[in-house]
């Protein structure tokens, strides 16, 4: 029998509250005042399986207990749980949109606190998004009030000209996917495109930094020669983990010719012919534990991140080499040089070390993976060996902020991203460490990342189809040239042009706002971040049969409940009744508009400048330079053909009608606060209907002492 939306929600609410009795627990039992006594004060309730019970003693004890490590994305992820929770409870009913909302929420908060449990919700997400695409797919027609459903200025619709892959055109990829995996990687786990050599690179895109990391890496492992540390500073969502990846692959024993043609020009032009074997040791952060030992198949039991870099290299004969420093947990010494001598050439990748190190800040009890002091004596050692010894190289990801409040080369994320306090030291103390030996690489600039987003959802471009790619580049083009008092002056550049082929079908102006807007948000991920929004967004136009030359912000459906999702999961949970009402919802202000007038229905205007003004604006709400300029709104909305006057049109009765779009001169945003022209009718509103009475008795006071004379005039 088919699982009911309330059913789906009952199963979340289930596993939440099983990992989170336990992480509670631990997190009372070390932070409270009364340490292991602390359910005493909750003996009337169940706090091992009641999540309203659990939920009770986060909120109870946030401040002594919870908010260093969770932080204010996890005390709104607790307080919308709380929602969906009493909402479940009070057996009200669940749409599609409210069960995705809440298992969102669920999957959030347990990914959160490192519980495996997020992959079951997140896989009960993910399936019934596919229903609801699978549902809308089968549909004649395209929903009511769609967007771009005729062609624009003759140019053929993006779907005729190039093709998502179809796990994202069918809507049958998983967020998770996104996330790339070096453990599932070495594993042999997931999808061929990260699993397998061949597939990996045909879907990669070589940026300029990856093809140096990748020539510096087959010359330093063949020739001993080159970087023999490498520190892949990126903020989240940045692409280390892809790039560990890649390296991972390079020497996984395939021979130079059953790579790619891009990478066996790289390795021809490093100077390398033959790949030799190479041992690769893999270690992620947040897959191990410093309080548990891992017996390994062959009855090895190993307890330090220098125990399981020496068996992964050596087997048992490795391993013995640093055997008592794992078992004494103490830094191995010379013996990790020993180990790579014995074992080289070899490539050692180390990924979440933050993850795994913070787990041991403020520990007093020696734990079997050591102290939080012996992580940075052991990063020097493993350091110098890896210098010592040639044919060896070693890569690590640290995190690293581009908060201009913290300027330098420090890799020092936000207390959020790196999981509290402990994390901001495990970053810091290691990447001093670190920075004394290694080449600090980044991955990718804004530019090269749209290639990256592009080839990860869409196939490539047919020989017969660029010429309508550039067609369309061409109209678009001389479209912003001869109307360029319109709009920003970049579209007016020589190579504008160019970067509306590089990034087809999507719109510049769309990647400019998730990279430079989006991305600055705590928890998006950057290309991550923008990869999973994408690729929800392009599941929608499909199933939506948009019609539209190109992707635009005003294309992103906010309607859709896996786009709004995305959208909202990294903002105050205000937002979400505020899109439905003011922005795009099926009873809101815009659709109102276009609705009520022809002129603007026919483009649906209103709802298309309402998204580009929140898509430019919500991430920044709280700065003092907030709000966009029209110029960029028309940008973001029009398309060849089109009035421009029509969307300056559509902000004035926006302006107008909405309760939270706020104007200052010629720039536009929306806020969760209501703004002046709301309360303003409100209360003419009030005065004209239930204060009735008051305005007439006010009226008649004020003539009442009008003099007589002033009255007969």
Known sequence: MALSNRDRVGNALELLARAFGPYIDRRMTKKSPVGGNWKAA??????????????????????????????????????????????????EPFSRDDAYRSLDTIERLLALIDAPEAAEVGATKNDLMRQRLEAETKKVTPKPDALFTEPSAGLLPWREVIQPHNDVAQGKFALAEFAANLHQVHLRKGLAEYTEPVEFFRRTYLT??????????????VHGRGVPVVDLQTNFGGGKTHSMIALYHLFSGLPVTGFPQEI??????????????????????????????????????????????????????????????????????????EVFRR?????????????????????????????????????????????????????????????????????????????????????????????????????ASAEESFEIVRRRLFEPIATDRIKDRDATAQTFSEFYRRQAAEFPSECREP????KIKGSYPIHPELFARLYEDWSTLEGFQRTRGVLRLMAAVISALWA??????????????????AVQAELTRNLDQAWQPIIDSDIDGPGSVPLKIDRAYPNLGRYGAARRAARAVFLASAPRAGSANRGVEIQRVKLACTLPGESVATYGDALNRLTDRSSYLYVEGARYWYGTQASVARRARELVEQLLTTRRDEVHGEIVRRLRDQPVDRLTR
Not at 53 to 58: G, L, M
Not at 316 to 331: F, H, K, N, P
Not at 544 to 561: F, R, T, Y
């Open 42 to 91: 909750y003996a009337d309730v169940n706090v091992d399986e009641d999540p309203s019970a659990q939920i009770s003693v986060v909120l109870d004890n946030w401040q002594a207990v919870f908010r260093d490590e969770l932080r204010s994305t996890g005390r709104n992820l607790v307080g919308e749980a709380r929602d969906w929770r009493n909402k479940w409870a009070h057996n």
């Open 208 to 221: 300029v930094g990856l093809h140096q990391l990748l020539t510096q890496a087959a010359q330093r492992i």
């Open 264 to 337: 066996q020009e790289l390795l021809s032009a490093a100077g390398v012919k033959e790949l030799p074997a190479v041992r690769r040791a893999v270690l992620v952060g947040t897959e191990m534990s410093p309080g548990q030992p891992e017996v390994k198949p062959d009855g090895t039991e190993i307890r330090t991140l220098w125990g399981e870099i020496a068996w992964q290299l050596g087997g048992i004969e490795g391993y013995a080499l640093v055997a008592e420093a794992d078992r004494t947990a103490t830094s191995p010494g010379q013996a990790m040089s």
């Open 343 to 443: 074992f080289g050439p070899c490539l050692v990748l180390i990924d979440e070390w933050v993850a795994y190190a913070r787990q041991l800040f403020e520990t007093s009890e020696l734990l079997p993976g050591g102290m939080f002091e012996t992580q940075f004596s052991f990063a020097q050692t493993l350091a110098d060996a890896a210098i010592a010894v040639p044919g060896v190289l070693l890569v690590i990801s640290l995190p690293v902020s581009d908060d201009p409040a913290r300027p330098g080369s420090s890799p020092i994320g936000s207390e959020a991203e790196l999981g509290g306090v402990a994390g901001q030291e495990a970053a810091r103390r290691l990447g001093n460490v670190i920075a004394r030996t290694e080449t600090p690489w980044r991955p």
């Open 495 to 498: 190579g504008y042009i160019d």
């Open 544 to 561: 939506g049969s948009d019609q539209s030359p190109m992707i635009l912000p005003a294309s992103v459906p906010l309607d859709d409940a």
